[in-house]
């Protein structure tokens, strides 16, 4: 986000909560947006949000248990249980951007 090529060309920053199965769906997918809100409440208390201006592009999402882990066909709960963090970028060209940014330095 120091890079101001690349912080420009970034729509959103989603942080994702992931749940193992156990339990409805329903009930997963409540823990896993609790989750995600959490660790968005916690980047929100960063000073470096503040300063790079981050929270209107976080966005907190529950996943419930829809992309589970799974090692050698069974699941991982540790591993399911879990938060991905994923930038989504503001164009179709803005990936080959970030590429020749990256590529430069």
């Known amino acids: 986000m120091s890079n101001r090529n690349i912080a420009s060309q970034i729509d959103r920053i989603v942080i994702e909560g992931h749940t193992d199965s156990d339990g409805s769906y329903l009930l997963n997918l409540d823990i896993s947006q609790k989750r995600a809100y959490a660790v968005m409440s916690y980047l929100a208390s960063l000073e470096y949000t503040k300063r790079h201006n981050l929270m209107p592009l976080l966005v907190a999402s ?3 248990y829809q992309d589970i882990i799974k ?7 540790d591993a399911s249980r879990r938060i991905e963090i994923k ?19």
């Open 62 to 64: 529950g996943r419930s």
């Open 87 to 105: 930038f989504t970028l503001k164009n179709d060209d803005a990936m080959n951007e970030i590429e020749r940014i990256l590529d430069y330095e």
């Open 71 to 77: 090692v050698n066909g069974v699941e991982n709960k």
